[in-house]
C-alpha cells in the first residue's frame, strides 16, 4: 500500500465538475478578482460561522497580520501565543514589528495553557493568539474571561479549526477578530493560497477592508492607510465555493477517522487526541504522541505509509526568534511534544482497508519486542 498522509487527488475528484464550470464562466467573463465568488465565499463563510464580518485575502499568514495592524499593534507592543505551532502565527506579530511573547502549552490538548496566560501580562500587552491546533478549540471560556478582565484583545488562529464548535459557538466566534487559511491540504483547502479575516467588530472589519487593497477608502487612489495587497482571485474563491458544501461531512469522516484510531490502537504506549461528538475537535491533524516516534516514522515509511511532524522544533527555540532570550527547558510540555508527536493519515477519503493497514502497522511496531 502507499497510503499519503493528505490525498488531494481523491479530495479534487469530488468538486472537479463545479470547479471547471466555475473556471469556464470566471475566465470567460475576465472578472478576476474579488468579485462575485469571493462576495460569496465571505457571506457563506459569515453565515457559518455566524461572525457577521467576513474579508478575503491572499493568505492565512496575511489574515494574521491583518488582524494585528487592525487592532493597532505597533512597534514595541508585546503579543502573547504558543510557541507549539504553525510558524506564522507568531512571525505575523514579529513582521509588524511586535513582540511574540510566548506561554507554554498544555499537555491534555496542546493548546495555549490559560493559566500561564495571566502570568504573561505586562503593561505593554496588547493582544493574545491563541491557535485552535490540530482542529481542537482551544478553552475560550478561560481565555476570553483573562482577556476582558486585562482588556486585550483575543486574536483566534484558526487556520485548522474551520467548524469546531462549543456551547454554541463556532471557531472564529469567540475572540474579537479570527484569522482562517485556506491553504490546499487545510479542512477546506483552496487550489492555491488563500485567507480570511473574521471579526464581529465592525470597526476591525472596515479597518480590514481597507487594509487588504494598499489602505484604500471607497475612493479609488485615496490611501486613507498605508495597506498592502492581499486579495483573493476569484478562480480560489470559485473552488472554494465547490468544496464548501462538503466540509461539514469531510470533518465528521475525520472525526470518525479519529475515534476509529483512538479505539483500535488504545492500550498502547501512546497518547491520544481527546476526540469527542461534542464537534469542538474536527481532526485537522491527527496527532499521537509517544516515545518511540521516530522508529514508528521509520517503520511505517517502510510500510508506505506517509506520516507527519507538527511541529519538529517549537518556535521559541528556532534560530530567528533567539533574540527573545528563551532557551531549552523554557517552555517543556511544548519541547515535549515537539519530540513525541507523529500526525497518522486521517483524511476523509482514507478507505477502510487503509485504515485497518495503518492500525495493523501501528500495532505489530509497538507490540514487537526491543
Ligand atoms: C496554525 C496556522 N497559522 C497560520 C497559518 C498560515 O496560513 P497560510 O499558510 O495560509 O499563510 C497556518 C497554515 O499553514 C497554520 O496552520
Known amino acids: 500500500m502507499n497510503i499519503p498522509v493528505i490525498n488531494l487527488k481523491a479530495q479534487f475528484k469530488k468538486v472537479k465538475k463545479d470547479v471547471f464550470k466555475g473556471l469556464q464562466e470566471i475566465l470567460t467573463e475576465q472578472r478576476l478578482i474579488l468579485g462575485k465568488y469571493c462576495n460569496l465565499l465571505e457571506s457563506t463563510i459569515s453565515e457559518y460561522t455566524g461572525v457577521p464580518h467576513a474579508i478575503s485575502c491572499a493568505n492565512g499568514t496575511d489574515a494574521l497580520i491583518l488582524s494585528l495592524m487592525a487592532l493597532g499593534i505597533k512597534n514595541g507592543d508585546e503579543v502573547i501565543t504558543t510557541p507549539y505551532t504553525f510558524f506564522s502565527t507568531a512571525s ?4 509588524i514589528n511586535a513582540k511574540p511573547v510566548f506561554v507554554d502549552v498544555q499537555e491534555h490538548d496542546l493548546n495555549i495553557n490559560p493559566e500561564l496566560i495571566e502570568k504573561a501580562i505586562t503593561p505593554k500587552t496588547k493582544a493574545i493568539i491563541v491557535v485552535h491546533l490540530f482542529g481542537k478549540l482551544c ?4 481565555v476570553c474571561r483573562i482577556a476582558e ?4 484583545p483575543v486574536v483566534e488562529d484558526m487556520a485548522q479549526s474551520l ?3 462549543k456551547g454554541g459557538g463556532m471557531s472564529g466566534s469567540f475572540g474579537d477578530i479570527a484569522a482562517l487559511s485556506f491553504y490546499p491540504t ?14 464581529k467588530r465592525k470597526d476591525l472589519g472596515e479597518k480590514v477592508r481597507k487594509l487588504r487593497v494598499h489602505g484604500m477608502d471607497n475612493t479609488p487612489y485615496h490611501h486613507e492607510m498605508i495597506g498592502f495587497n492581499s486579495r483573493l482571485d476569484e478562480i480560489k474563491a470559485c473552488a472554494l ?3 464548501f458544501p462538503h466540509l461539514e461531512s469531510w470533518n465528521m469522516k475525520r472525526i470518525e477517522n479519529a475515534k476509529h484510531y483512538n479505539k483500535r490502537l488504545k492500550g498502547l504506549p501512546i497518547i491520544f487526541p481527546n476526540v469527542g461528538d461534542d464537534g469542538s475537535h474536527i ?21 508506505g505509509i506517509q506520516t507527519g511532524i507538527y511541529y519538529p522544533v517549537p518556535l521559541h527555540l528556532q534560530e530567528c526568534f533567539s533574540s527573545l532570550g528563551y532557551k531549552k527547558g523554557s517552555f517543556p ?8 508527536s507523529l500526525a497518522l493519515p486521517a483524511y476523509p477519503e482514507l478507505t477502510k482497508a487503509e485504515k485497518a493497514y495503518i492500525v495493523e502497522s501501528v500495532r505489530s511496531f509497538l507490540m514487537s519486542p526491543l
Do not use: W
Not at 283 to 302: N, P, S, T
Open 92 to 95: 505575523s506579530i514579529a513582521l
Open 139 to 142: 478553552d475560550m471560556n478561560a
Open 149 to 152: 478582565r486585562h482588556g486585550i
Open 163 to 165: 467548524g469546531a464548535r
Open 186 to 199: 487545510k479542512n477546506l483547502g483552496g487550489i492555491g493560497e488563500g485567507g480570511m479575516v473574521l471579526t
Open 241 to 243: 465555493m465547490a468544496k
Open 283 to 303: 481532526v485537522h491533524q491527527y496527532v499521537i504522541r509517544l516515545k518511540e516516534r521516530d522508529g514508528l516514522q521509520g517503520f511505517l515509511k517502510e510500510k
Open 333 to 340: 510540555v511544548a519541547e515535549e511534544a515537539a519530540l513525541t
